[in-house]
């Protein structure tokens, strides 16, 4: 089901909204509240115009969001699984939770997308964590195991949805900083963050691909990666020196193609591993150090974006909504399917704010 995100819903009311205001502080309390609980799209729309009738201040619904506790008090902590169905499709997910948490603190978010994707049953990811995989009496920041399956495979639509509603699901539950909400892949799910980067960037802060193959999406993916797109965010790539199944030189092949399109991405070869993260101790300051000087900006003032999809059109505040037919366009890098199974048309957008002024550049939309 198609979730309503509350900073969407502000950022569609702060267009709309008068300076006004006939609600009581209490009665928008208790509005903006319900509509940051909702899980339902119905419900939500509701609300919303019910706010917009009332000609509500952008000042005052701001206000409200940042002094108001809106999280639910009794939520679970520890050791937490999750099961659902999104699209027909039974899905499975463990979070550790800070035993202390506190819903006045924001708590950064790490999500870890395993490998050996390609297997039958959503809920193996329980065979390999247990209760006892972190101690959650000391962690600082909640830690979210999403299951891939092959079904579902983390270089799907279907996984850019899912964690998209984990996401959401996340924000709803608990107080989770938006700006530290990092993301790793393992083997298949590094493979997998190239992909989801091509889809959805907005919600990331960094992304983090160990023992990867992302020349693997030209076999694996239904469209082409554009890796201009991977210039949003800072990448932090991990292999093995020693990996038989993915070579090294499969990623010297791939840091030449994004080379071409941009240097945000720190990449180390580890000697002496095979394909295992083993290695991992070794970098815990560097990983640290990675997240902490990548946190996401919520108002970037340069974007790039490419698509063929008009459904993935939007990065932060630029949106392609329409793409054209004409396929002339600047040869920008990217992993091509292969055998393409048709010709596919994108468009691109470059944005960039100096001041008050914005700068757009844009080709095919």
């Not at 195991?145 to 270089?155: E, L, N, R, T």
């Not at 964690?163 to 107080?175: G, S, W």
């Not at 989770?176 to 959805?200: K, M, P, Q």
């Not at 554009?226 to 210039?231: D, G, H, Q, V």
Request: one cysteine or more; aromatic letters at 12%; glycine letters at 4%.
């Amino acid at each position: 089901m198609k979730k309503t995100i509350l900073l969407i819903s502000i950022i569609f009311l702060s267009l709309k909204l008068a300076s006004g205001q006939s609600l009581s502080s209490a009665e928008l309390t208790t509005l903006i509240t319900e509509l940051r609980n909702s899980e339902s799209l119905f419900k939500s729309n509701r609300i919303i115009k019910k706010i917009e009738k009332n000609d509500v201040a952008f000042d005052s619904i701001v206000n409200i969001i940042r002094s108001t506790d809106c999280y639910p008090k009794k939520v679970k902590t520890g050791y937490v699984e999750w099961n659902y169905t999104l699209d027909s499709l039974d899905y499975a997910c463990i979070i550790y939770v800070p035993s202390h948490y506190n819903t006045n603190k924001k708590y950064p978010v790490s999500i870890i997308l395993h490998g050996a994707v390609m297997n039958y049953y959503p809920e193996r990811i329980k065979n390999k964590l247990h209760k006892n995989s972190y101690n959650t009496d000391s962690l600082e920041r909640i830690i979210v195991h999403p299951a891939g399956w092959a079904m579902s495979p983390w270089w799907s639509k279907k996984q850019v949805k899912n964690l998209e509603y984990l996401l959401h699901q996340l924000k709803i539950a608990y107080n989770i900083d938006e700006n530290d909400v990092s993301i790793t892949g393992i083997s298949d799910g590094g493979t997998g963050l190239f992909y989801l980067a091509n889809f959805n960037i907005t919600p990331w802060a960094n992304f983090r691909p160990y023992i990867s193959n992302p020349l693997g999406l030209s076999s694996l993916s239904e469209t082409p990666i554009y890796l201009k797109n991977l210039c949003n965010r800072p990448f932090l790539m991990i292999s093995s020196e020693n990996d038989r199944l993915f070579p090294p030189y499969l990623m010297d092949t791939f840091m030449q193609k994004i080379n071409t399109a941009c240097k945000n991405y720190h990449y180390y070869l580890v000697p002496g591993y095979d394909h295992d993260i083993s290695w991992l101790p070794q970098f815990k300051d560097t990983i640290s150090n990675f997240i902490q000087n990548n946190l996401r900006n919520p108002y970037p003032t340069k974007l790039f974006w490419q698509t063929d999809d008009e459904e993935y059109g939007r990065n932060h505040w630029i949106i392609v909504d329409k793409i054209l037919n004409n396929n002339s366009m600047h040869d920008y890098s990217v992993i091509t399917p292969l055998p393409p199974s048709n010709e596919i048309i994108s468009g691109h957008i470059d944005a960039e704010v100096v001041g008050n002024t914005v700068y757009l550049t844009t080709s095919n939309i």
